[in-house]
C-alpha cells in the first residue's frame, strides 16, 4: 500500500468527525438550560458557605448562599477511592528473596545491585 492510498483511507473518518463536531457546536450553541446565571453575593462568605454545604446546614437557613448538601458524600467517596488506589499499590509488591521490593521501585533506580555508575 502507498502512502497516496493511506491517505484516501483517512480523509472519511476525518470528514466524519468534522460534521460530528459541528453539529455537536451547533447544538450547544442553540441550546437553553432554563436558569438564570448567577453569582455570589458580594457580602456573603464563600467559605463560610462551603462549610454549611459539607455539613448541610443550608436547611437551617444559616447558609447565605444556596447549596446542595451532597459535598460531605463527594469527600468521603474520594478519600474512600484513594484508600483503595493506595492498597492496589501496596498489594502490588512483589517478595524476592524475603525483601520487599515495590512494584515500580525498579523502574526508578537499579535495586542495589553493585556496578554500574554506582560508586
Known sequence: MSNDESRGSRIAPAVAV???FAV???TINAATF???EVGFPAD???VHNLGYALFN???YDIATIPAEGFLAAFLIAAVALDVAVDGAVYLAKREEDGSVISAVGQAF???GRDGG???
Do not use: C, N, P, V
Request: aromatic letters at 4%; hydrophobic letters at 50%.
Open 18 to 20: 468534522g460534521a460530528l
Open 24 to 26: 455537536l457546536a451547533a
Open 34 to 36: 432554563g436558569f438564570e
Open 44 to 46: 456573603a462568605s464563600i
Open 57 to 59: 446546614l443550608g436547611a
Open 109 to 111: 533506580t537499579d535495586g
Open 117 to 119: 555508575d554506582r560508586q
